[in-house]
């Protein structure tokens, strides 16, 4: 990215801060009381949130809904259709009647927001720049390459598969983090494997009564496959139309399954244009990822977004990214290529991705576009 220009003549206080100050992420910023986004922060005019003086809110979009509950009856056909059309038009969906507590919701989230709330030494001994540490906090989206910093801390942890060491090294503070997270963690995974159930159905490639064992193997494959849950924090931004919480960019994996509190700020590009994503209260918003796209080759998809920041309120969000084992091959599923549909995609893996992401800024839908073939 180049260097980015300030607009304003006054001079920025807060430059004078060091490199290190940024490294600790913007909720530490945020409680040092600055008024002015640091330059480090501030995109080049081109990628800002708005341009003009119009609320760059303005334009909201009430995402397909599905019944989770409608799924599981006699109306399930009905509903897989609306999946599908959701699937081919947005890549998103809210999902309600889910069957997830609201108590294991809400205890999650509260959980995330205290730990960011925890004194910044605390956090800090998980902060690291390894792409596969099983806790990871850190700040921005790629901190190690990205040239302008998002307004954005979080705190990673790698789910599944998990062997008995990771859980040690979850975070010990606060107390009841590792078991609300560990909860968490397997409702959103049972969830995820009866969506995937349902959008392997909808791609004709299961029926719900799994009677062929190649089938069968797929929904066993997921069983065993990666999670990896992320919570992220937004907190008040000085000047929010400056920068951006979230650069634009598409989920590496096959679905995320993302809880959003009440505060808005995910965007999702339709069109050409971004639109707000509306919360609802306790629902989950699922994105098709870039696996899911190449396993579809190209019938479902991966569709960017990225997170707006606003002045006045903290927002927490968690993540849960689902995808098949980190060590298998990624590619378009041989039933859904034909002579009229040829292959779209090259095959993919986790570690190429990892060398994807480390060689260059991940921006835009780079990765999956280094996939596609003409
Ligand atoms: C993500 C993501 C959106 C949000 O974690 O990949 O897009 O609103 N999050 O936090
Ligand atoms: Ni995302």
Known sequence: MSPAISLTSSTRMSDSLSEIQYQKGVKHLHENGIDKVPNKYILPITERPSTGNESHFKENIKLPVIDFAELQGPTRSRVLKALTKACEQYGFFQVVNHGISTDIIHRMTEVCKRFFELPFDERLKYMSTDMKAPVRYGTSFSQNKDGVYCWRDFLKLVCHPMPDHFLSQWPSSPKDLRTQAATYSKETRNLFMMLMEAILE????????????????????????????????????????????????????????????????????????????????????????????????????????????????????????????????????PKLISKNNPRRYLDTDFATFLEYISSCEPKTKAFLESRKLN
């Open 202 to 333: 909808s791609l004709g490639l299961c029926t719900s009564e799994l009677n062929f064992t190649e089938e069968k193997e797929i929904l066993e494959e997921f069983q065993e496959g990666s999670q990896i849950v992320v919570a992220n924090c937004y907190p008040p931004c000085p000047e929010p139309e400056l920068t951006l919480g979230m650069p634009p960019h598409s989920d590496y994996g096959f679905l995320t399954l993302l809880l959003q509190d009440e505060v808005k700020g995910l965007q999702i590009q339709f069109e050409e244009k971004w639109l707000t994503v509306e919360p609802i209260p306790n629902a989950f918003v699922i994105n098709i990822g870039d696996h899911l796209e190449i396993f579809s080759n190209g019938r479902y998809r991966s569709v960017l977004h990225r997170v707006l920041v606003n002045q006045e309120k903290t927002r927490v969000t968690v993540a849960s990214l689902h995808s098949l084992p980190f060590d298998r091959v990624i590619q378009p599923s």
